[in-house]
């Protein structure tokens, strides 16, 4: 699959295979995975809406009052609690808060810590904390941002907590792990991880990630 099928590119952008052309739940990387519950704002679903048309147009093709319409609520509304479209993708491309969630556990414990985080949060219906950054694979527009700010919130947060060499590439390949777990949940919704405990997840795949934080 190729980022381009994922995001799609162009005056006819293709939809992600993930994505949700009708009714029924967003995709993963389309949905909020930090916004908390808010009843009565339009928060939550506002940023799910503006994730889902980042992610499948170009940047210059989204409008708020496409936004509104997908989110259920009025454009004003969009610029009342965001401002501009461009405030609006920023908060889109911020991994900060799924930094604080993701590495908020000692180095030794963090593996397993980052796994059960994952899970816990997809299951929770918030959607996943990282896979949105695949639809801006190969795209020069300004959801190039996302790539930036994903390098700098999540491989360069965690390489300043790593010790010992190489731990920016290590950081890059936990990333890559913690991403392709997260596709790879989305890929077998039905699979045998869609009904496994989060711990029992956590004792397969967390070792491999724990390595390479203490490598």
Known sequence: MTAQAEAGT???PQPAPDAATGPGPAPDAARDPVAPADPGTGRTAILRAARRAFALRPYAEVT????????????????????SKEQLFAAVADFGPAADALFGAPLPELGR???RTLVGRR????G???????????????RSLLRDRFQEQITGRLAALLTGPDAALRAELVAAQLIGLGATLSIHRDGAAAGAPPERLADLYAPALQRLLEA
């Not at 708020?64 to 401002?83: Q, W």
């Open 64 to 83: 708020l009052r496409g936004i509104a319409a997908d989110a259920g609520v009025s454009a004003s509304l969009i610029v009342k609690r965001f401002g």
């Open 123 to 126: 299951r929770a219906q918030q």
């Open 10 to 12: 162009g005056t006819n």
């Open 128 to 142: 996943d904390p990282l896979l949105r950054v695949v639809f801006s694979l190969g795209i020069s527009d300004e």
């Open 113 to 115: 810590h980052m796994v």
